[in-house]
């Protein structure tokens, strides 16, 4: 994973938000569940794609993340 893919996962996390939202006012449940749950996995999925990323830097500068 890169950095691009994580700010891919946090755009796709915005729409899927934005859908659950509408989808609350329009008391549409079952979908707004669906879409909470995919823009909760695609949040945990950017912050994987960035956590990766500072490891890799962490050992290029021979240190570690905390």
Do not use: Y
Not at 4 to 32: W, Y
Not at 45 to 52: K, T
């Amino acid at each position: 994973m890169s950095l691009e893919e994580a700010s891919r996962q946090l755009e796709a996390a915005i729409h899927d938000a934005r859908v659950s939202f509408d989808c609350i006012l329009l008391e549409e449940l079952d979908r707004a569940h669906t879409n909470a749950i995919t823009a909760r996995a695609a949040v945990d999925a950017a912050e994987q794609a960035i956590r990766v990323e500072m490891e890799r830097r962490a050992e290029e500068e021979g240190g570690s993340v905390d």
